[in-house]
Antibody, heavy 121, light 107 residues
Framework: EVQLVESGGGLVQPGGSLRLSCAAS????????MDWVRQAPGKGLEWVGR??????????EYAASVKGRFTISRDDSTNSLYLQMNSLKTEDTAVYYC????????????WGQGTLVTVSS | DIQMTQSPSAMSASVGDRVTITCRAS??????LAWFQQKPGKVPKRLIY???SLQSGVPSRFSGSGSGTEFTLTISSLQPEDFATYYC?????????FGQGTKLEIK
């Protein structure tokens, strides 16, 4: 059974940093691209970014709203996905989901339960 | 960036109704479109991928169609569990973009 479990959310002050993790199981993590998606309270979904697999040099893509501040990485040895968030703004307050891109390339077939990040002073 | 415009933003319907939600892309995206359902407090769930392919386990009353810039999600006969918010997602080019959502409420 595919499982994705996020952790690391919490309260952080504007300008601060936070690192989210996503633990994957039930599939061959190293084969898959992985995405992060977020949802501000009461708002719609926003795609945050992607990491590709080793075969594609672990390259990344980002939304303009987070580019230069957020970094997506992965550790295939521990089946873990990460989202390093720096220079956080109040508008980054959201539930952050990790989600799998299936080998067909059509995203996002499995999602984690999400972790809440609150940026506030 | 490609803009995805969903219509309507909200609607009310009755059990048994046929419902259609539209998503328009600001430029052609071939069939690189997915539909997701999200119930309050729950994780989004993929219903349709490649514009018209039904996700395994999703009831056949859901269907998707379209290509290029205009896409539709149709629910042929609404069931009580279908009242939720629906989102389209384009994955033709980066950054990927979601529609703003369509909230489907009980009439």
């Amino acid at each position: 059974e595919v499982q994705l479990v996020e952790s690391g959310g919490g309260l952080v002050q504007p300008g601060g940093s936070l690192r989210l993790s996503c633990a994957a199981s039930g599939f061959t993590f190293s084969d898959h691209y992985m995405d992060w998606v977020r949802q501000a309270p009461g708002k719609g979904l926003e795609w945050v970014g992607r990491t590709r697999n080793k075969a594609n040099s672990y390259t990344t893509e980002y939304a303009a709203s987070v580019k230069g501040r957020f970094t997506i990485s992965r550790d295939d040895s521990t089946n873990s996905l990460y989202l390093q968030m720096n220079s956080l703004k109040t508008e980054d307050t959201a539930v952050y989901y990790c989600a799998r891109v299936p080998l067909t390339g059509y995203p996002l077939d499995y999602w984690g339960q999400g972790t809440l990040v609150t940026v506030s002073s | 960036d490609i803009q995805m415009t969903q219509s309507p933003s909200a609607m009310s319907a009755s059990v048994g109704d046929r419902v259609t939600i539209t998503c328009r892309a600001s430029q052609g995206i071939s069939n690189y479109l997915a539909w997701f359902q999200q119930k309050p407090g729950k994780v989004p769930k993929r219903l349709i991928y490649a514009a018209s392919s039904l996700q395994s386990g999703v009831p056949s009353r859901f269907s998707g169609s379209g290509s290029g810039t205009e896409f539709t999600l149709t629910i042929s006969s609404l069931q009580p569990e279908d009242f939720a918010t629906y989102y389209c997602l384009q994955h033709d080019s980066y950054p990927y973009t979601f529609g703003q959502g369509t909230k489907l409420e009980i009439k």
